[in-house]
């Protein structure tokens, strides 16, 4: 069996490239007006993070299959470890403490927690082969995602410890759980929500009863889903009422930063400016008057798709969400031809982090969604966001390889 | 059962939807912001700009027991410069003589704000109307000022109630790095003493923010219409458990006529009022509900509200007269006679006496080892019991006493009854004073460096020991209250914007460490102080309600003696507490104890309904700034 390069996706590989090309010269354009030197070194910064990415994806891709799944729970107990020192000993910047300070890097657990978390699932879900309904196969794996989500809220990043229920769920859903139990699962955080006006909480609670019923999913899982409903619904309101108005402002502003008018909010209204007055064919390189300004704040990491779509315009914007489309299209099907069911796992689950990444940041940019500050997978600017994002993709691509072999 | 699984296939087609979906979905989002509204946004984006202009929330109103208005606030101006639109050389220079500071000043200000070129920098608060009437008729001299209208703080005068209000002021760079996820804003008001700090989070409200679209050259065009105002939410009210009439009778009562009790020398007698520095305090001890607290000389808050020049910080903050210091919590003194009730409490309890001993007669004084300690009565007082030990607050009794007692044994049980701690009352700064044991003693003389000699002087209030007027007040609650100490606040009630009241109840802080035959000898005492024949304060006897207290005179290394009276009334039922302290007056039963008798008439005549309608207090100025200093 010998390795051969000829059999890998190369359109695969090479769309991802081009997202990541895409994303250092967009980058350039983002820091040319900068007043400070080290800003305007982003761009070359990135180009050697994407040096070693690559090899990183070599190295995944050549590395034995065996290898990984034999490794998950070791790198997931790791990474807990690492999550409780960065909470320790970690370097804090903006309030939230993320980040290591190695020397001329600065490296964030959160992302090994990550691959960690989704490795682990794969393996208990490949191995242990319980059925999709078991109990305690859905306890088990909620448990795996709740510890690292919990210790990365705590950093606090609601952004990042939103993917790992993302994991968890494409991964239920990918080994045969039903998306209406999903939905159930979740309810009870609609209820709350719901539960604000009591005419849309009993109009909510209605629907949760007929659609039980016609779903039937046993007496106690059902049992369980309505106290969950009722207990979230009456609680919720119950202690809002007792929190003072700036209380409310402050969980309002965490859970939707653009909440925030000085803050996110007004990041939100110069990404719509930027994107729209590129119009078609935008407004042509190194152009883009709203990045050049300094009216957009993280405008190289978070909101790159907002100067991208102001220097590229319409066309420019195409060809990433196109890339990127394609890219999931991809993988997807990798996923679910691969013969292995851990490989299967890991596929769906690593395009899973990719797309709910890809989704929440341009929903973002496009003042589709709450600001989270996550970045463009590829193409935002940040060393270990970019490696992970292709160790990803070299686990999908390796995947398929030894698909090919076998 | 699970007929509602997909098949693989199912899942695989499910997939390709969503993400067919979210592809959909921004393409549709990408339309509409590159081709429908890409004229719109050209132009803002070429022309305009969104100045984020923050509006400023209604902070709560603090509100007296009776419901009248201790602080509220009344409307003014904010003047701002918006640091990309200023032309150099020219708005900096212009404004200068219209805002009273100079260039630097406001460069200064202008700068803080470098980090957001476009959003404006507050320069000057609570400017006068005719200076906006200028800057709006010359608005094309101005380029990058504008105005808006704000609220400024205004505080009831008349109270004199800084010591407990505090004063608001401009947010300093400490405080916002200190408090990173609060929404402070350069130049946002908070609480900076008082109870402005110690409830700012909900006096303080939330901020608004309107959208204003203006042209490159600084034009206002009115509100964006691409982002709807965030309405600012108002703070919460506050009312206060201060009684305005004890309040009143409390800052009074400080002033004196009589030329003796001044310890500052008057530029001219035409001026025969004389403010006399010192601190009032009064409780409920039965909710620990502060009714009056003062502290003099104070300052005028109002100066803090607007914008205070440097010149105006340094007369106050360097007045020889300390008009800064809060005196009821954070001002130290020897406690003098007042703590013998401690010492007789801790004699009775650990049953080193009973009611009946006595000691070794006095005769002017205590002889111990080859020091003669001295009884502030110079003709003695000869044999006497512990009730009329008090009643004459003899010295030479409770020297002995606090022998037999021990170092030990009277710093455990002033640590017991809240001394050397703070109250926690609900105001910040507080401070905890000392209350000197066996370890601090050994700390400061070296291990055998000193003699049982201190704790004679502790005994009787002298030497190493320090209170606040609070911690004294709140041991005499306890007293008062047989045993039960609430923790003194201030905060009553929490009105919210939306209507809801949180009642702050009284909270118990502890218990004092003795029994009810303890107190009850203690009140005996403290009865006979004023009813005795040879008590210290026979001078507060009257016919209309029983009082009872303990008068003080403190040893002052630094000048004339203070002057201490702590009491109670009425005797069966206390319903108020009053501690009094006169800096350098002199002799507690001379002149802090008809001062406190003046606070608690008022309050016991209001309460038999003899209070004469409202008397206005005469409008003084604060601090004595004028009237004291030569
Ligand atoms: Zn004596």
């Known amino acids: 069996m010998r390795f051969n390069y000829r059999h890998l996706d190369w359109k695969l590989v090479g769309a991802v490239m081009a997202l990541s090309l895409i994303g250092i010269i967009t980058i350039f354009s983002s820091q040319y007006y900068s007043n400070s030197a080290y800003q305007q070194t982003y761009w070359l910064r990135q180009l050697v993070w994407l040096v070693l990415a690559f090899v990183a994806f070599l190295a995944v891709v050549r590395f034995p299959q065996r290898l990984f799944d034999a490794s998950a729970y070791g790198l997931y107990g790791v990474s807990l470890v690492l999550l409780i020192l960065v909470l320790a000993v970690g370097h804090t910047r903006m309030g939230a403490s993320r980040w290591f300070d190695l020397g001329p890097v600065s490296f964030s657990p959160s992302d090994i927690a990550k691959l960690a978390a989704l490795l682990t699932i794969a393996r208990f879900f490949a191995y242990t082969r319980l059925p999709a309904y078991s109990k305690r196969r859905l306890a088990v794996s909620a448990i795996i995602v709740i510890l690292p989500m919990m210790l990365i809220l705590k950093q606090p990043d609601l952004g990042t410890s939103l993917t790992f229920p993302v994991i968890l769920f494409a991964l239920w859903f990918w080994s045969g759980l039903s998306p209406w139990y999903l939905v159930l699962i979740v309810s009870p955080i609609i209820s709350m929500v719901a539960a604000y006006y009591w005419l849309s909480w009993a109009v909510y609670l209605v629907a949760l009863l007929i659609f039980l019923a016609s779903l039937r999913p046993g007496l106690i899982f059902s049992i369980g889903v309505v106290v969950m409903n009722l207990a979230f619904g009456m609680i919720t309101p119950f202690i809002w009422e007792r929190l003072a108005d700036y209380q409310k402002n402050r969980i309002l502003t965490f859970l939707n930063p653009g909440h925030d008018p000085r803050g996110a909010g007004y990041q939100i209204i110069q990404s719509k400016i930027a994107i729209g007055s590129g119009g078609v064919i935008g407004k042509g390189y190194l152009q883009g008057s709203q990045a050049r300004l300094d009216y957009l704040p993280e405008r190289h990491t978070d909101f790159i798709f907002s100067v991208l779509g102001e220097e590229f315009g319409l066309i420019g914007a195409l060809i990433v969400i196109g890339l990127f489309t394609f890219i999931f299209f991809r993988c997807i099907r990798i996923a679910a031809r691969c013969r292995s069911r851990f490989a299967s796992y890991t596929c769906f689950g690593a395009t899973a982090v990719l797309f709910f990444q890809f989704a929440v940041n341009i929903g973002m940019t496009l003042g589709l969604m709450p600001v989270t500050g996550l970045p463009l997978p590829f193409v935002s600017y940040g060393g270990t966001g970019l490696l992970l994002s292709w160790v990803l993709i070299g686990l999908i691509v390796a995947a398929d390889h030894h698909w090919q072999e076998y | ?630």
């Open chain 2, 1 to 630: 059962m699970h007929k509602t699984t997909l098949s693989h296939i199912g899942r695989l087609q499910a997939t390709y939807v969503v993400v067919t979906g979210v592809f959909v979905l921004f393409f549709v989002g990408l339309i509409k912001l590159q081709i429908f509204e890409h004229s719109e946004l050209a132009t803002l984006a070429e022309n305009n700009r969104i100045r984020v202009v923050p509006i400023e929330p209604r902070r709560g109103v603090v509100f007296d027991r009776q419901g009248r208005v201790i602080v509220g606030d009344r409307p003014s101006y904010t003047v701002s410069v918006v640091p990309a639109e200023e032309r150099k050389g020219l708005t900096i220079p212009h404004l200068a003589p219209i805002l009273d500071l100079d260039t630097t000043q406001i460069r200064r200000r202008v700068k803080r704000n470098a980090a957001s070129p476009y959003q404006p920098a507050p320069i000057r608060r609570d400017v006068p109307f005719d200076a906006i009437a200028v800057l709006e008729e010359q608005n094309s001299e101005f380029p990058g000022v504008n105005y808006q209208l704000d609220r400024v703080r205004e505080y009831s005068v008349d109270l004199r109630a800084e010591a407990f209000t505090g004063h608001v002021g401009e947010v300093s760079e400490q405080e916002m790095e200190r408090n990173p996820q609060a929404d402070y804003r350069l130049g946002s008001t908070i609480g900076k003493k008082g109870v402005e700090k110690q409830y700012d989070d909900l006096l303080r409200g939330v901020e608004g923010t309107a959208f204003i679209e203006v042209t490159a050259l600084g034009e206002v065009l009115g509100e964006y219409k691409g982002k709807e105002r965030v309405p600012p939410v108002p703070g919460c009210d506050l009312t206060l458990s201060i009684d305005n009439d004890v309040q009143l009778a409390a800052i009074q009562a400080l002033d004196t006529q009589d030329q003796k009790f001044s310890n500052m020398k008057l530029q001219s007698d035409s001026a025969p009022i004389i403010h006399r520095a010192g601190a009032i305090v009064a409780i409920d001890p039965r909710t620990g509900e502060i009714l009056a607290m003062t502290s003099a000389p104070g300052f005028d808050p109002n100066t803090f509200s607007g914008m205070i020049t440097d010149s105006m910080w340094q007369a106050i903050s360097t007045d020889p007269a300390h008009p800064l210091l809060n005196r009821p919590l954070a001002g130290l003194y020897p406690p003098g006679s007042t703590f013998k009730l401690l010492t007789l409490g801790a004699g009775l309890e650990s049953g080193v006496i009973d009611e009946n001993t006595t000691f070794r007669p006095c005769l002017g004084g205590y002889q111990f080892g080859n020091r003669f300690f001295k009884c502030w009565e110079k003709r003695g007082h000869g044999v006497q019991n512990s009730i009329h030990a008090v009643e004459m607050s003899c010295d030479a009794y409770f020297y002995q006493l606090g022998l037999k007692v021990g170092v030990d044994q009277m710093y455990r049980y002033a640590m017991l009854c809240g001394f050397g701690k703070k109250t926690g009352v609900d105001l910040p700064s507080e401070l905890s004073g000392l209350m000197p044991s066996v370890q601090y003693y050994d700390k400061r003389y070296g291990k055998n460096g000193w003699t049982k000699a201190l704790v004679l002087n502790t005994a009787i209030g002298q030497g190493e020991v320090l209170t606040t007027p609070l911690q004294l007040a709140q041991f005499y609650c306890g007293i008062a209250n047989w045993g039960t100490v609430y923790k003194p606040h201030l905060v009553t009630k929490v009105t919210h914007p939306n209507g809801r009241v949180d009642q702050i109840e009284p909270q118990v802080s502890f218990q004092l460490p003795f029994s009810r035959s303890t107190l009850a000898i203690m009140r005996e005492g403290l009865r006979l102080v004023v009813e005795g024949g040879s008590g210290t304060a026979r001078r507060l006897r009257n016919n209309l309600y029983s009082v009872c207290g303990k008068t003080g005179t403190a040893q002052n290394p630094h000048g004339e003696d203070h002057s201490w009276f702590v009491g109670f009334a009425p005797i069966e039922n206390p319903e108020i507490v009053v501690c009094a302290l006169v800096e350098n007056a002199g002799h507690g039963s001379e002149v802090a104890a008809p001062v406190a008798k003046k606070v608690i008439e008022v309050y016991m005549k209001k309460k038999l309904g003899l209070l004469e309608p409202q008397q206005q207090p005469e409008p003084m100025a604060q601090v004595g700034a004028k009237e004291l200093r030569p």
